[in-house]
């Protein structure tokens, strides 16, 4: 009788030595976690301590009683400490009067939060079921053909005096000629302007959302744009990043109330959707939840993103001041500091909830570039701008006097985090730069 011998799969095994646990991301050097922004405290006094951290603060915001960490163990159910305060809420105003719709799950089992939109101008109707720790809801409404089956062979063989010669640039001359805007098609240029003109339109956020939330400001929204300014930073993110981790909060807080314990929650939430949709490489999830000083768990995180995918309706794709201001400037033929100093003027618009959000991107835009070319003594409003995009500058005239006077004031403010971005010497220095107390009008 002959044996047999089985014999394992070792050209698919991973030998002893290399099975290495993998490192925890969150996990750095002392050093790093001193580098690290933390969001300070989100007060009423508009006040910023630096580097103080949320999680280790424990102080009521109002009362200046000490709270419990939301993830530390007091000895309270889950279930209880969720049934006492709701994070989210959203109001339904009716004829009968303001309604509410609560929602949450009563077992055991972590489910996700998710609220649908089916879109701009219906109503939420149906809510999955909610972790009672994560959301509670109330409603907020608002005045090739195929091949012909030849099996002919072509003759792939060519004779050297029938070969081409084509001499093409070199590498670098061709980058250099490249652009990276989007509108580098010229047969396109007019419709793709005129398609982002249009979807501006449709992804504008309430200019008067903050009536509605009855827990958060303007300041703390405010800190909390500064602070995403510093975390964009750390991580070496793109600048149209920043612009569409806020875009998202806006747009959120438009349809949702939202507890101001959880406010860093949904930016940091905001900024992870973001860096996914815009980066190559975004930050791990892990990577977010280190940043908030472990305040905020992954699986918020997680759940928190599922719910603001819903609310968004998935639709992530939003036109942006970035995008808009580069486009302009391109026309223009602008010189690299007044495109940064543009650049600058926009992201400053980025921490005012109001008057900003009453403008389109593609106004704010158009205002900064005619206040940077101003301010450099150039063209305030060139003709090829007002045939491109629209505008005039009477039309500009509001918004340029808000982002004239936020630039008069860029020195004073308690958070400073775009002003010192915009010190580096790769964006020529713009922040030191002062504003001319003349108008061209």
């Given at each position: 009788?002959s ?26 050097s ?5 580098k ?8 009423t006094?508009?006040l910023?301590k ?52 609560s ?21 939420l109707d ?9 959301v ?15 099996k002919e062979e ?9 070969a081409?010669?084509i001499?093409s ?16 098609v ?10 982002l003109r249009?979807?501006?339109v ?6 008067n ?9 303007n ?20 600048t ?9 909060i ?14 860093q ?15 190559i ?23 928190m ?16 001041a ?35 959000l ?13 206040l ?17 995009t ?5 039309d ?27 010190m580096a010497?790769k ?6 730069l002062?504003?001319r107390?003349s108008?061209?009008?």
């Amino acid at each position: 009788m002959s044996s047999f011998q089985i014999l394992e799969d070792q050209e698919n095994r991973i030998p002893a030595q290399r099975r290495v646990k993998r490192e925890d991301p969150r996990l750095k050097s002392n050093v790093q976690a001193n580098k690290r922004p933390v969001l300070g405290a989100i007060s009423t006094n508009h006040l910023r301590k630096q580097p103080s951290r949320v999680a280790k603060q424990g102080v009521s915001y109002e009362t200046g009683i000490p709270l419990q960490n939301e993830n530390a163990n007091t000895g309270v159910s889950e279930k209880d400490a969720a049934s006492s305060k709701w994070p989210f809420s959203i109001h339904e105003d009716s004829e009968s009067g303001s309604t509410s719709l609560s929602v949450g799950s009563t077992n055991t089992t972590e489910s996700i939060g998710a609220v649908g939109l089916a879109s701009k101008h219906e109503s939420l109707d149906k809510i999955e079921e909610v972790h009672p720790s994560v959301v509670s809801l109330q409603r907020i409404s608002h005045d090739s053909d195929k091949e012909n089956g030849s099996k002919e062979e072509l003759d792939m063989s060519v004779c050297e005096s029938d070969a081409m010669v084509i001499e093409s640039p070199p590498r670098e001359e061709i980058l250099s000629r490249r652009g990276d805007d989007i509108f580098d098609v010229p047969e396109y240029a007019a419709d793709i302007y005129k398609y982002l003109r249009e979807a501006e339109v449709c992804h504008k956020p309430r200019a008067n959302y903050m009536v509605k939330q009855t827990d958060i400001t303007n300041g703390m929204r405010w800190i909390l744009v500064d602070w995403l300014v510093e975390v964009a930073e750390e991580y070496s993110l793109q600048t149209e990043t920043l612009y569409l981790a806020v875009s998202y909060i806006d747009r959120f807080l438009s349809h949702m109330s939202v507890k101001r314990d959880k406010l860093q929650l949904v930016g940091t939430t905001a900024m992870f959707i973001a860096a996914k949709y815009e980066e190559i490489y975004p930050p791990d999830v892990g990577q977010f939840a280190y940043i908030t000083d472990n305040t905020y768990k992954v699986s918020q995180i997680l759940r928190m993103e599922h719910l603001i995918l819903k609310v968004l309706s998935f639709d992530m794709a939003v036109p942006t001041a970035n995008v808009f201001t580069q486009h302009c400037a391109r026309l223009i033929n602008s010189s690299e500091e007044t495109l940064h100093l543009a650049l600058f003027l926009s992201e400053l618009s980025l921490l005012d909830c109001d008057p900003f959000l009453r403008y389109l991107p593609s106004q704010i835009s158009a205002a900064a570039l005619a206040l940077a070319n101003h301010t450099k003594n150039l063209p305030v409003w060139p003709d090829v701008c007002v045939k491109h995009t629209g505008y005039t500058l009477d039309d500009l005239k509001e918004c340029y006097i808000n982002i004239h006077t936020v630039f008069s004031r860029v020195s004073e403010t308690k958070q400073h985090a775009i002003r010192e971005k915009y010190m580096a010497i790769k964006w020529n220095v713009v922040s030191s730069l002062n504003p001319r107390q003349s108008f061209p009008w």
